[in-house]
């Protein structure tokens, strides 16, 4: 059994914002960062936050905030 230490996105400290709703940052015992997504069940190394879809970009507006635009 692996022990894993798991963090709440709010509990997220970078300037990136917040996780997608429905993930959170675990630790492996080595200390290795993975992102849990629970709205499919499965983990993943790559920050979700990094990954777009093609012709997609992220917008941080000092106004209105983060948001995405296709």
Do not use: C
């Not at 917040?18 to 629970?38: A, R, T």
């Not at 499919?40 to 917008?59: A, C, F, K, M, S």
């Amino acid at each position: 059994m692996v022990n894993a230490m798991t963090i709440l996105p709010e509990q997220v400290d970078d300037d990136r914002g917040p996780l997608p709703p429905n993930w959170e940052v675990g630790y492996s015992e080595l200390g290795e960062k993975y992102f849990i997504d629970h709205n499919t069940g499965t983990t993943q190394w790559e920050d979700p936050r990094d990954l777009l879809p093609d012709g997609w970009v992220r917008i941080d507006d000092e106004t209105y905030g983060t948001y995405y635009v296709e």
